[in-house]
């Protein structure tokens, strides 16, 4: 379980602490400010917040069962809310974590759940 978190691994939790800290003070400003403007791009943010959360969590304690759902789950919410957002754009009015595949975060939400589901792959083995 160690080697989760060591080497490469301690960056990968980095970055996910981050993401998860980012996303959290987004999602709780856009929620309590700005919810009737954009309520699905902002309960998205919450769910993309609490994927990390749980993600990092996950690498930290080493569950790594816990881990590659949270990186699944990441990486079908990345692609399905980025293909949405370009598809319904009007839909999204404000954009979300995930919106346009992490664009607005140099797309660095799409690639992450990839380097973590290698990563724990790698470690495994």
């Known amino acids: 379980m160690a080697e989760l978190r060591s080497g490469p691994g301690r960056l990968l939790v980095a970055v996910y602490a981050v993401f998860a800290l980012a996303a959290c003070a987004r999602s709780a400003v ?3 400010t700005r919810f009737d403007r954009a309520p699905l ?11 990390y959360v749980v993600a990092t969590v996950a690498l930290v304690k080493g569950a790594r069962r816990l881990a590659v759902i ?4 990441e990486l079908v919410g ?7 957002s370009l598809l319904a ?3 999204f009015p404000d954009a979300t974590v995930w919106s346009g595949f992490g ?12 380097l973590g589901l290698w990563w724990l792959a790698k ?3």
Do not use: K, N
């Not at 990345?78 to 949405?84: C, K, P, S, W």
């Not at 664009?103 to 990839?114: C, K, R, S």
């Open 30 to 32: 856009q929620l309590a």
């Open 70 to 73: 949270a990186c699944l789950v």
């Open 89 to 91: 754009p009007s839909a």
């Open 103 to 114: 664009q607005g975060y140099g797309y660095i939400p799409a690639v992450l759940p990839v």
């Open 41 to 51: 791009a902002y309960l998205l943010s919450a769910l993309a917040a609490a994927v």
């Open 78 to 84: 990345v692609l399905a809310v980025g293909t949405a």
């Open 123 to 125: 470690a495994r083995a």
